[in-house]
């Protein structure tokens, strides 16, 4: 198993533009959240789905986040403008629900530096 | 919130058993316990998790309280690799997200 797949690892843009950070999940794994990492905040939620269902989007920042999940196998967290506030370690997660002996397992994240 | 409390540091020697407490005063009863850790630059990796009794498996051992209000979390023999930060988390279900605190940053010396 290939685990939680994020793209890009990396991420420059410039404050204005659009950004568009992947993932996906593992395969069978019906639920999926997206989580921020920052120094100040450490690990949020912003959103989670389960059967490509967003349950709880009320952890996302701003209108300028959105979040899509078209197919149990890909889901996409977009920010459009960027701002430099945004720069932090976007992860993904997922879980095989509603058992509670499934965990959640983790992508490597998406650093994000918005300049 | 998290509803968990932990100290932000411990160190410990390598080779020796590591213990990381964490405090759940206000657990539910359907709420289990879950540990998680951080290694630098890398996404939260599961350790193990429990309800009320104790659990083991290849990577830590669990010890809950009979009350429920607090736990441990035991690496038996800690190595350099093991520095990292650990989450204790309280969960209801699997549908659920997990909350995040600040965690234990666990320093392990050679």
């Known amino acids: 198993d290939a685990g939680v797949i994020q793209s890009p690892r990396h991420e420059v843009t410039e404050m204005g533009q659009e950004v568009t950070l992947r993932c996906k999940p593992i395969s069978g794994h019906n639920s999926l959240f997206w989580y921020r990492q920052t120094m100040m905040r450490g690990l949020e939620l912003l959103i989670y789905?389960?059967?490509?269902?967003?349950?709880?989007d009320s952890g996302m920042p701003e209108d300028r986040f959105s979040a899509k999940m078209p197919n149990a196998s890909f889901s996409t967290l977009k920010i459009q403008p960027s701002e430099p506030r945004d720069s932090a370690v976007y992860f993904c997660a997922s879980s095989l629900a509603p058992s509670v002996n499934s965990p959640l397992h983790f992508g490597n994240g998406t650093r994000l530096t918005v300049t | 919130d998290a509803k968990t409390t932990q100290p932000p540091s411990m160190d410990c020697a390598e080779g020796r058993a590591a213990n990381l407490p964490c405090n759940h005063s206000t657990i539910s009863g359907n709420e289990y316990v879950y540990w998680y850790r951080q290694i630098h630059s890398q996404g939260p990796q599961y350790i193990i998790h429990g309800l009320k009794n104790n659990e083991t498996n290849e990577m830590a051992s669990l010890i809950i309280t009979e009350d429920r209000k607090s736990s441990t979390l035991i690496l038996p023999h800690a190595t350099l690799r093991d520095t990292a930060v650990y989450y204790c988390?309280?969960?209801?279900?699997?549908?659920?997200?997990?909350?995040f605190g600040k965690g234990t940053r666990l320093s392990v010396i050679a």
């Open positions: 988390i309280v969960r209801a279900s699997g549908n659920t997200p997990l909350v």
């Open positions: 789905f389960n059967n490509n269902v967003p349950i709880d």
